[in-house]
């Protein structure tokens, strides 16, 4: 892609339009055989509940498309207002999972049958859109006093406010579903749910706040991560209600990141991470889970790192062995903590309307990471000895305010240690998309910036094989050389 350094050989191949809103971050498999023939493929969801299989190669064409709608099963529709509306149909939200040894895709899809919101894990062969396995209904239910419980001591899966934002993780045969809400439209809480792979059977499920509210994993559409033990890394948002949220660690645990682990058929918490201020982000509606957790592939200073973000406009190092569970006053028991802004929340000269906040999961390169961020420039961070250096902020400026200009979410392309590309996307606040280049040893130096058409939130461009796909409200658009 270092071709993007001049703006004459890189531009826009093509499109394709699609049937509803696009939340899902495309997929892209290589080399799939379909009855007509052997294809590169992207897979897209939709709002519309709408699975597309979309030849990567010639923009336009459509390989086949799933609906999951039919005459009992009608578009799903979710809480319309408020700052984080998804629109009036609500389908096809978090991104789906694909097993390649396989070829299954486990996708999350909502409907309304009989007058009732429907939230159901289906499995689909990436051949054809057919399905696999018979759909498991997300209906659990665990013990505690919180908001929604039926008054025995229950806290039910409540499917009409509970939203599928995040990406799904398949690891290590266990498919994770997490969920948020609907612009904090109560009674919801932050739940991981697990299923067997191979057959859908529900193993557990995990209630991050069973004796209060809130704390969602929405991470910006962003997914948990999984490690190659078996252990889920997620972050949550604010306790509800917002300025008397109910935060009790271990056990209620809203604005925390955590470590969960199935151990002896149970979602197990492993360990947590609960900033000094949590209580104070609550009340701000500043979610720590509005960025999800990167796993740092490289060691430093003997410490295997994840890094992430936060509303408050902060970057987090914690180490993934020893996360540091909750410190009052302080987060001195952490690797790193980098403030973005003059001061923190609880702080006089805290401005809770235009912190410098970061969405969905920072990107790693080489030793680097970055944070976009609304309000503010894109950050580039070097890890010394486990702690943040900052090197570099672009000149660019990225807007924030309502429900668009929300910041971009990165990712780097690049040949091994060279050749490097930090790619952003953005929705501005007229509501026009922009894809954006930077140079990864030095984000002050754009490279490459164009409108691609109608932008959406929480956009995530993917680059694959020398093309770039960013989608926009309902169209993928494809990038690379011109000739």
């Known amino acids: 892609m270092a071709a993007v350094t001049n703006g004459a050989n890189f531009g826009k191949l093509g499109t394709w339009t699609l049937d509803g809103s696009i939340y899902t971050q495309p997929l892209y498999v290589p080399g799939v055989s379909l009855t007509s023939g052997t294809y590169n493929v992207l897979y897209v969801g939709t709002e519309n509940d709408s699975v597309y299989a979309l030849n990567a190669d010639v923009p336009g064409s459509v390989l086949w498309k799933r609906s999951f709608l039919t005459a009992t099963a009608t578009i799903g529709h979710g809480y319309t207002g408020g700052r984080t509306s998804i629109g009036g149909n609500v389908g096809i939200t978090g991104t789906p999972v694909i097993d390649p040894a396989t070829n299954w895709m486990y996708v999350v899809v909502r409907t309304t049958e009989g007058g009732n919101q429907v939230q159901r894990l289906h499995v689909i062969d990436i051949t054809t859109g057919a399905d696999v396995l018979t759909a498991a209904a997300i209906n659990p239910v665990v013990s505690g006093t919180g908001l929604g419980n039926d008054g025995a001591g229950h806290v039910p899966f409540l499917p009409l406010t509970q939203n599928q934002r995040p990406a799904l993780l398949l690891t290590n045969g266990i498919v994770y579903v997490t969920f948020a809400s609907f612009s904090d439209y109560d009674?919801?809480?932050?739940?991981?749910?697990?299923?067997?792979?191979?057959?859908?059977?529900?193993?557990?499920?995990?209630?991050?706040?069973?004796?209060?509210?809130g704390g969602g994993s929405w991470m910006a559409g962003a997914g948990p991560a999984?490690?190659?033990?078996?252990?889920?890394?997620f972050a949550t948002g604010n306790g509800r209600p917002d300025a008397t949220a109910l935060f009790d660690p271990p056990n209620d645990l809203p604005n925390s990141f955590l470590k969960l682990k199935v151990i002896g058929g149970k979602l197990t918490l492993v360990d947590y991470f609960s900033p000094y201020n949590a209580k104070c982000l609550s009340a701000d509606d500043l979610d720590l889970g509005s960025s999800g957790p990167t796993l740092i592939p490289d060691q430093f200073a003997g410490h295997s790192i994840l890094a992430l973000g936060s509303k408050e406009g902060r970057a987090y190092l914690l180490d993934q062995n020893d996360l540091g569970k909750f410190h009052a006053g302080n987060d001195s028991q952490i690797l790193s903590s980098v403030l973005f802004n003059p001061a923190a929340c609880g702080q006089a000269a805290f401005n809770a309307n235009a912190p410098l906040r970061v969405y969905g999961s920072p990107a790693y390169w080489n030793g680097n990471i970055y944070f976009g961020s609304a309000f503010g420039p894109l950050r580039q961070y070097n890890i010394s000895n486990g702690t943040l250096v900052k090197t570099a902020l672009s000149a660019h400026l990225y807007p924030g305010n309502g429900q668009t200009g929300r910041g971009p979410l990165t990712i780097v392309s690049a040949n091994g240690t060279a050749n490097a590309i930090v790619w952003t996307a953005e929705n501005d606040l007229t509501g026009k998309g922009w894809l954006r280049a930077f140079d990864a040893t030095n984000v002050a130096n754009q490279l490459y910036f164009t409108n691609f058409g109608a932008g959406g939130n929480f956009i995530i461009p993917m680059v694959i094989d020398g093309n770039l796909y960013v989608t926009g409200q309902k169209t993928v658009y494809k990038y690379g050389l011109l000739h």
């Open 226 to 233: 999984g490690d190659s033990d078996g252990n889920v890394y």
């Open 187 to 213: 009674p919801y809480h932050g739940w991981v749910i697990a299923f067997d792979a191979t057959s859908l059977d529900f193993i557990d499920a995990y209630n991050a706040t069973p004796n209060g509210g």
